[in-house]
């Protein structure tokens, strides 16, 4: 009968495939066991599966790659990796490759097992899954395929006590996320420490990390706990871990091997669990790459690694965001409710957002408090997002710099000539006030001087025409009312000159 659930074991230990196939043929299950990557190649090819337990470790294959292999051709499947001690990290990838959980050999909890076996029949979607506690926390996860993917092995990793690595661009969310999994971990009814090691020197930081002695330094009247042992049995979020100094990553490597530390100026030696979660914007492995960072250390802390993308990659959320800023920020303001104009919005979605997710929420926040009417228009948006549309937007340039002609902002100067004769009448009166011929006075010098100076003025002119005109030289050169070839030629002249002076 072929409605009864199927599960496909691929291990290389036989005692393995054993256990998994009595534990489910007593529930009814049909079972099929492979004891090679090849033989469950095969069997893939022709067999449809519910859920899959796949051993990392197989003599003629990894198992990532029958991951792969499963989810591309049958990707209702779910994946159960089965681990040693020594390959979690490379569980902890699997997940984030959709496998569903690992386990680790060897088998301590059987209720636990069946629990997850039972559960991998009836997986529901992650977005249905995760909309409550996201509702509950206002962490908002979005729709890009990639967010859902780190969220769901946020989650599943969350429930592990592992360390956690979470990398981003500034603004991306990473103290949002590590929050959000602590929430779902098991420790969610114990604190949540967020510490920031940028914020302090070097000493400061060790005696906030770990604490001191009543007497260790100058100013150390009492004793201290620190954050290390104030985080006993809840999560620390250690943000900013690139900039931890040597000496520090020495005792943080200390604490993760052995859950142990020594209070600055201390001799009794402190135990500890806790769960941490460390986050930074830089290359961590880049840093250990120039010897900054240390590589054990950048072990410990990378087992599992979430790397959350950068807005301009989520541009399918940016509604959602905008959204949810907005309810926030009129509710906390007690301000009515207001949308963004069709044109606005066109403007922050080509925007690139260095800034991620805070420019977005700042940004938000900022229009909604300028804003007059009702809708929320462009010119209420900050000048680096419209000035980014109009270089963005060619056409738009296109009759910004017709305009800007039409205007001739310099004309009026050659035009009278008044002006451009006043203001060169004071310059000329100060460069005379300047000269005595006391010394002796080089004519000729004077005089190639002054005529750079003149290459160098007409050349900055130009470039002030091409920089209001976005770089486009025909249009800089109906500004001047030159032809463009005689502003090529002199920015040329110019610009030769700088190159002999230089070299
Ligand atoms: N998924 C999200 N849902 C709702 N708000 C978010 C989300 N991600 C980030 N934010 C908001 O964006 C701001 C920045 O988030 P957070 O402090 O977590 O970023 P970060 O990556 O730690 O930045 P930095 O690298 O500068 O420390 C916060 O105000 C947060 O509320
Ligand atoms: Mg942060």
Redesign the pocket.
């Known amino acids: 009968m072929s409605s009864k659930a199927s599960f496909l074991i691929v291990d290389d230990e036989q005692e393995v495939c054993n256990f998994f196939s009595y534990l489910l043929k007593q529930k009814g299950y049909r079972v099929i066991t492979a004891n090679s990557g090849t033989e469950a190649m095969e069997i893939i090819a022709e067999n449809h599966f519910n859920t899959a337990l796949v051993d990392l470790k197989l003599p003629d294959a990894n198992g990532l790659d029958i991951l792969k292999a499963i989810k591309g051709r049958q990707p209702d499947c779910e994946v159960i990796i089965i681990t040693g001690y020594s390959t979690v990290k490379s569980a902890v990838e699997a997940i984030q490759l959709g496998a569903l959980d690992y386990v680790e050999k060897p088998f301590v909890d059987i209720n636990e097992m069946e629990a997850l076996l039972d559960k991998s029949l009836t997986v529901r979607p992650v977005s249905e899954e995760l909309s409550k506690a996201i509702q509950e926390q206002?962490?908002?996860?979005g729709r890009s395929q990639k967010m859902l993917n780190l969220i769901s092995a946020a989650q599943k990793i969350a429930k592990k006590n592992i360390t956690i690595l979470i990398q981003?661009?500034?603004?991306?969310?990473?103290?949002?996320?590590a929050r959000y999994i602590h929430s779902v971990s098991h420790r969610s009814d114990r604190p949540f420490l967020a510490f920031n090691c940028g914020a302090f020197t070097e000493t400061l930081l060790e005696s906030e990390l770990f604490g001191h002695e009543k007497g260790s330094f100058t100013g150390a009247t009492h004793r201290k706990k620190g954050i290390f042992e104030l985080a006993h049995k809840a999560t620390l979020f250690l943000?900013?871990i690139d900039s931890a100094s040597p000496a520090i990553q020495i005792k943080l490597l200390r604490v993760l091997e052995t859950g142990e530390f020594l209070r600055v100026g201390g001799e009794e030696m402190c135990k500890i669990d806790v769960r941490i979660i460390t986050?930074t914007?830089a290359d961590l492995a880049g840093k250990v790459a120039e010897n900054k960072f240390r590589e054990d250390l950048f072990y410990r802390l990378d087992v599992a690694s979430l790397n959350?993308p950068p807005l301009r990659e989520r541009q399918e959320d940016i509604e959602l965001?905008i959204e949810?800023f907005l309810g926030k920020e009129a509710q906390a303001k007690q301000i009515s409710l207001k949308q963004f104009s069709p044109e606005a919005l066109e403007l922050i979605k080509k925007h690139e957002w260095p800034g991620?997710?805070?420019e977005l929420?700042n940004t938000v926040a900022q229009a909604l408090l300028l804003s007059k009417g009702n809708l929320i228009e462009v010119e209420d948006l900050p000048e680096r997002i419209r000035r980014e549309f109009k270089i963005n937007n060619l056409e738009s340039l296109e009759q910004q710099m017709t305009a800007a002609v039409s205007k001739s902002a310099f004309a009026c100067l050659p035009e009278t000539g008044e002006k451009l004769n006043s203001l060169l009448n004071q310059f000329a009166d100060n460069l005379f006030n300047a000269i005595t011929f006391r010394e002796g006075f080089d004519f000729e010098l004077f005089n190639t001087e002054i005529s750079n100076w003149r290459d160098d003025l007409l050349a900055t002119l130009i470039e002030k025409a091409l920089d209001d005109t976005y770089g486009n030289q025909v249009k800089a050169a109906e500004l001047l009312q030159v032809t463009p070839r005689a502003l090529r030629y002199h920015l040329q002249k110019a610009r030769k000159k700088d190159n002999t002076n230089q070299s």
């Not at 981003?168 to 996320?177: A, D, I, N, Q, S």
Request: no cysteine; glycine share 16%.
């Open positions: 206002g962490f908002i996860i981003g661009e500034t603004g991306t969310g990473k103290e949002v996320l943000d900013e986050a914007n959350i965001f949810f991620n997710i805070r929420s």
